[in-house]
Nanobody
């Protein structure tokens, strides 16, 4: 089992920036990708970005490309999500998750451990 703890959410105006962090502990050796999902009220959980521990290859959903940047620290088992040029539609609870798969995936079902979530609110 992998335990995940997120931090860094908050309230920001349109165009502002926030940085989310997630620290993994426990059986981290079993995870090959670490990433972020988000869920807005009344909507399904959706993929945002993820990174592979091997090669640090990031991948993003189209709506955040060019605005969000994901990075990872192997030694600290930490992943960060730098979010710039935030829009009201980015408002959601953001969840950190890890996947045991060795191939990239954007499917929530492929991620086996989840954090408790952190709220991001972007005001217009």
């Amino acid at each position: 089992q992998v335990q995940l703890v997120e931090s860094g959410g908050g309230l920001v105006q349109t165009g502002g920036s926030l940085r989310l962090s997630c620290v993994a502990s426990g059986r981290t050796w079993s995870s090959h990708h670490m990433g972020w999902f988000r869920q807005a009220p009344g909507k399904e959980r959706e993929f945002v970005a993820a990174i592979s521990w091997s090669g640090h290859r990031p991948y993003y959903t189209d709506s955040v490309k060019g605005r969000f940047h994901i990075s990872g620290d192997d030694a600290k088992r930490t992943v960060n999500l730098q979010m710039n040029s935030l829009k009201p539609e980015d408002t959601a609870v953001y969840y950190c998750a890890v996947s045991p798969l060795t191939i990239p995936s954007m499917l929530p079902a492929d991620f086996g451990s989840w954090g408790q979530g952190t709220q991001v609110t972007v005001s217009s």
